[in-house]
């Protein structure tokens, strides 16, 4: 038998398999269907866990989501630990882990609970008091200490091995919560043909009929009916029915998100199982019929394990077939609560006595507990709970005070009301009102196309929620467009029903006690921490949420708000809605990242671009970079060099024969149509109109105002048609700043743009062998210096595939770039390879492309500029053509800052000890002797070990830097100061004489 | 998340197809080189950052890739309508609270 509570005949479970599973290493057994909780609960067990701050004994308060105590962790293997699941909420399986937390050395005895005692010192709002001094300490002491000791569970420390997927759907009506009320929606929109999602959280659908033995719908128990009427949705096409799904976020425009657990509950998931799956909803009109949430009552001790709500403990009997006691007592503001009372007698549960606040209640179920043999007391209170790891007694004394009496249980089932669900309503921005009558905020004002229905509208009785749900949901379908429904509204034959309640402490837990009456079990905040906040000034609920920790962790305060609450504005003396209720957030119950991250992580984080020349490089042995997406060979290492000595080796092998190099990242835009040469007057500084079809230009793009955006080599193909390069990760903003200006500046224009990044791959060959090693791959172009000058671009095929061959260069060297359709990117570059050995080419890669393009003084956009530097400061101004009225930029390059003297300008630095390489980012000084902080006049933006020039060389931004020409400077740094000497930006072949070299 | 109309598509299309792009309706002008440094401050930096209604231009980067204006409530985040580049600011608005 699966636990010695579990009572025969009772619940629904009979049918299932035995589970076995273990609670901090014990062994237990339970049956297939159960929660951790209630197979724990048959086991007689519950004590599961020890309070945040107090390390309090607790047990199980609730059969639900709403859990704040019951919380374990759950561990598959060491990379998969759950910390903080709801035992409530675990469905067992076979062989399931369990682990109680926040206890040293043991959950019985815990040294943490010393907290308890000293209580005093932890009161609402200690940690802004009790630290505050000596000042220093909350850095070394206080801090490191508080974080260690705070937080419930121990996170995992290996990365999470499932998976988790995601899904959008849409649908025209969306109902979230499958009690009745949802159902009965869910009926009547589906009937009519719409697209109809009906989500719950539970994995099982029925809401509260898990629980209510008295309600009977079309002839059948209410429970039955349920998943009769869920078997009759499944199968319809127009309806998916998702379980163990969590509405947790509602957004914007009808847009929920839901959580599906998939697998969490299964012994064995498999590897092809994602463990949740997101859903991104959107629906054209969504049904809110989140059911309420049964509160506790605000007496001392009221946390002892053993005490929980009345529903709870009638839903751990009637559906899992477990009583939660032997002698159960019953402390109660309502009638809900003698419902749990009868199921328990009935089951042969003794109980003890009900205790009611009321003075002189009437109805059935007062009548029913009364011929069933039951104590019942009007108008007293449970004033304590008796017991420490386990509730043994309650102290009963009348409400206005008087003779005290204690009866021994070993279980206490309490109801204060019921809290509708309007967490969804909220989060929609739908304004809540509160019903003085009923002690409730209800939705008032929808924002939304959205309508709540059933107890989370403050409905009360199955037959009206019926008939409220069954309306909203047929008139949600018409709303999208639907027929009337075909379909008959579901009869309630018979049902329960039960009135208010109340809110705040109960008596004996009142203003002049310092009892721990508990408001908030996750927070361990009592009655009195709430008064407390109050009295040293908290007004609004906000505030007294945050000082005391009510409501926030993660049961976000769904049994607690309203207790809360109601102390507060009993204690400032206000009505409730002028005190106000607490926003409500996102999520409504613990998310984990995996589901919102899903399957971006890892590799698909972001994506990974490889060039066409990407598998050749690897083969080869390349040691690769990130430059925004793309892979580049860095440098290709031989026989045990180190990147020093490929990299000066390279540079060396290029200015002596020639290398390859793989530029196929370059972006590439296609600029086309008629008034592509108007439009490239327009957003490049240079004058394109006279370029002739067959020649290139280096071009510069500014921003507005006037600062370097972007530069590459522009070739002319046709009079209509520009070959536009841009750098590597400037490609797609410089698309977008050119589709701008053609869509909404300059519309009048005939031009097309199209993105040729990825079409063509670019194989740079430079050196003086270059025009040897193409010329034999090549036809139809004349590759003589009179055919093909240095700036000019030619069409023709190369190993018989189409080339545009581009003679340029970013090296200094005689220079090509053959650009060929990437597909042949590979083959073409294989056949320049084998080309080049015959010259003793190298293959290089972007460190020696960085070093040979310094060394001429090529600047790169991004590196040498940053956003503030004008086409003079970089020394481009020959770039900028002169007549011209207008391009974008030229009135921001005429501010009066940026045409003011000082400026920043680039120019050379020559390091006064020519080993001395300079760092990247360092800054530039004119007086080292001076007091720091010291006056900064530039900093470094390139730098590298030249071995062509066998020196170090720099790039830097310095103010007035062409004023500056040969005078000294300095780069302080950590371990000395390094004396440089203003230069030009060329340090090698300052004529330009190699370019035809 | 939003759904945006783009008015060229003309269907509503979720926010992650479309990139903000700046408030709308501030033209440059056809003789900008011979504008004044107060005009170019006004063109350039100064934007009216409103609470409450914006003109502002959006582009359906992931879609048709057109840009369009589109009129916002930045309280409480509700379009109140879109139209294609180079249509006039709207005389009327649907639904506007103000």
Same mark, same amino acid.
């Given at each position: ?997 | ?8 598509? #003309?269907?509503? $299309? ?9 408030? =709308? ?5 056809? *003789? ?23 003109? #502002?231009?959006? $582009? ?9 204006? =589109? ?5 409480? *985040? ?21």
């Amino acid at each position: 038998m699966s636990g010695a509570l579990r009572i025969p005949g009772a619940g629904r479970l009979s049918q299932a398999k035995t589970a076995r599973f273990s609670f901090d290493g014990q062994s237990y057994s339970g049956i297939e269907g159960d929660t951790l909780a209630s197979a724990l609960l048959a086991n007689g067990v519950h004590l599961v866990g020890r309070s945040f701050k107090y390390h309090r004994p607790r047990g199980f308060l609730s059969a639900g989501a709403e859990e704040p105590n019951a919380l374990v962790e759950i561990k598959r293997d060491a990379a998969r630990k759950t910390p903080n699941v709801r035992a409530t909420v675990q469905e067992l399986y076979d062989g399931l882990a369990a682990q109680s937390q926040n206890r040293w050395p043991s959950l019985a005895f815990d040294v943490g609970a010393v907290n308890d005692i000293a209580s005093p010192l932890f009161s609402a709002g200690f940690y802004y008091k009790t630290f505050m001094w000596p000042k220093a300490a909350w850095k070394s002491l206080y801090e490191p200490k508080i974080r260690a000791a705070a937080g419930l569970g121990v996170a995992p420390d290996q990365p999470d091995p499932d998976h988790y997927s995601a899904r959008f759907a849409h649908c025209d009506v969306l109902v979230l919560g499958g009690g009745a009320a949802g159902i009965a929606a869910a009926l009547a929109a589906a009937e009519t043909g719409v697209r109809v999602i009906l989500a719950d959280e539970q994995a099982e659908f029925g809401g509260s009929l898990r629980f209510e033995s008295g309600a009977k719908i079309d002839g059948q128990d209410g429970f039955a009916w349920a998943q009769a009427a869920i078997a009759r949705l499944k199968a319809l096409d127009n309806v998916r029915v998702l379980s163990r799904a969590t509405a947790f976020g509602y957004y914007a425009q009808n847009f929920v998100a839901l959580v599906e657990r998939v697998s969490d509950h299964l012994q064995n998931p498999g590897r092809d199982l994602p463990r949740e799956r997101l859903w991104q909803v959107r629906a054209k009109r969504v049904v809110l019929a989140t059911g309420a949430i049964e509160r506790h009552m605000v007496f001392a001790d009221n946390d002892r394990p053993g005490i929980m709500l009345a529903s709870a403990a009638r839903t751990y009997l009637n559906h899992y077939g477990v009583a939660v006691g032997r002698n159960v007592g019953v402390y109660t503001a309502n009638d809900s609560a003698y419902a749990a009372a009868i199921d328990l007698k009935k089951a042969g549960v003794d109980v003890a006595a009900i205790v009611d606040l009321r003075d002189n209640p009437t109805g059935p179920v007062i009548d029913e507990a009364r011929a069933l043999g039951i104590e019942i007391n009007f108008g007293r209170a449970v004033i304590s709970a008796g017991g420490k790891l386990r509730v043994t007694s309650m102290t009963v004394q009348p409400k206005n005070g008087g003779g005290e009496r204690t009866i021994p249980v070993d279980a206490i089932l309490m109801s204060a009301g019921w809290t509708p669900s309007v967490h969804l309503f909220s989060q929609s921005r739908g304004k809540v009102a509160f019903n003085d009558e009923t002690k409730r905020f209800v939705p008032g004002t929808y924002a939304q196309d959205c309508v709540s229905v059933g107890a989370c509208n403050g409905t009360d009785g199955l037959s009206a929620t019926i008939d409220e749900a069954y309306a909203a949901g047929a008139k949600a379908a018409k709303d999208t467009g639907a027929k009337a429904a075909r379909g008959t509204k579901p009869k309630v034959d018979a049902s329960e029903s039960w009135s208010r309640g109340m809110l705040g402490a109960a008596p004996g837990a009142g203003p002049d006690t310092t009892v721990k009456a508990f408001v908030d079990f996750q927070n361990d905040v009592t009655a009195k921490d709430i008064r407390q906040a109050v009295h040293e000034g908290m007004r609004s609920i906000e505030h007294v949420k945050r000082f005391t920790t009510n409501g926030m962790a993660t049961d976000q305060g769904k049994t607690s708000n309203m207790h809360g609450l109601a102390i507060a504005a009993e204690t400032l003396g206000k009505p409730i809605p002028q005190v106000g209720l607490t926003t409500f957030r996102a999520p409504y119950t613990p998310v984990t990242f995996g589901s919102i991250v899903g399957h971006a992580r890892g590799p698909l984080f972001d994506p990974t671009r490889k060039t066409a020349i990407h598998p050749w490089a690897e083969a080869q042995g390349a040691v690769f970079e990130d430059v925004g997406q793309w892979k580049r060979a860095w440098y290709f290492p031989k026989g045990g060099e180190d990147m020093h000595a490929a990299v000066d080796r390279e540079c060396v092998t290029v200015r002596k024969t020639a290398g390859l190099f793989d530029a196929s990242t370059l972006g590439k835009i296609e600029v086309v149509g008629p008034d592509a040469a108007k439009f490239m007057e327009l957003l490049y500084t240079n004058p394109w109109e006279k370029l002739e079809p067959g020649r290139c230009r280096y071009g510069i793009m500014l921003r507005e105002d006037g600062f370097i955006y972007d530069d590459g080599v522009v070739g002319r193909l046709a009079p209509d048609r520009f070959h536009v390069t841009t750098t590597t990760g400037g490609a797609p903003r410089v698309m977008n700043h050119m589709e701008d200006y053609l869509q909404t500046e300059f519309p009048h224009l005939n031009v097309w743009l199209t993105s040729t990044t990825e079409q063509w791959a670019v194989i740079a060959v430079q050196g003086p062998k270059s025009r040897d090693i193409i010329a034999p791959l090549v036809e139809g172009i004349d590759m003589s210096d009179e055919a093909l000058p240095h700036m000019s671009v030619r069409e023709g095929r190369i190993c018989g595939v189409p080339t545009r061959l581009f003679r340029m260069s970013f090296s200094g060297e005689r220079g090509f770039e053959v650009n060929v359709p990437a597909d042949y990117g590979q083959a073409v570059w294989e056949a320049l390879w084998a080309e080049g050995q015959k010259h003793g080419a190298t293959a290089y890669g972007t460190e020696a492309m960085h070093v040979l393009r310094a060394e001429k003084g090529y600047i790169i956009v991004g590196q040498d500029t940053d956003g503030t530097v004008t086409p003079n400061d970089a020394g481009l101004d020959w770039a900028v053509g002169k007549k011209k009225t207008d391009f974008v930029g030229i009135r921001g390059m005429a501010r009066p800052d940026l045409v003011a003297k000082g400026r920043k300008q680039l120019v050379g630095l020559k390091t006064k000890d020519p080993k001395v390489v300079l760092e990247e980012g360092a800054q530039v000084v004119a007086d080292p002797k001076q007091a720091v902080p010291m006056k900064m006049i530039g900093h470094v933006t390139s730098s590298y070990w030249s071995e062509n020039c066998g020196r170090s060389i720099a790039l830097a931004l310095v103010a007035g830097g062409r004023d500056r020409m040969g005078e000294t400077l300095y780069v302080p740094m950590p371990d000395g100061v390094i004396e440089v000497e203003v230069a030009g930006m060329v340090f090698f072949d300052e004529k330009g004489e190699r370019l035809n070299g | 998340m939003l759904l945006i109309r783009c008015p060229y598509c #003309e269907e509503e $299309r979720p926010e992650l197809e479309f990139r903000n792009a700046g408030e =709308a309706h501030i033209a440059r002008s056809a *003789d900008i080189a011979g504008e004044s440094d107060d005009d170019f401050e006004k063109f350039f930096f100064i934007r009216s950052n409103p609470k409450g209604i914006i003109y #502002e231009r959006w $582009r359906h980067m992931h879609g048709c890739a057109r840009f369009f204006n =589109a009129v916002r409530d930045t309280v409480s *985040d509700k379009f109140l309508m879109t139209y294609k580049a180079g249509e006039p600011k709207p005389a009327k608005l649907p639904g506007a609270s103000k």
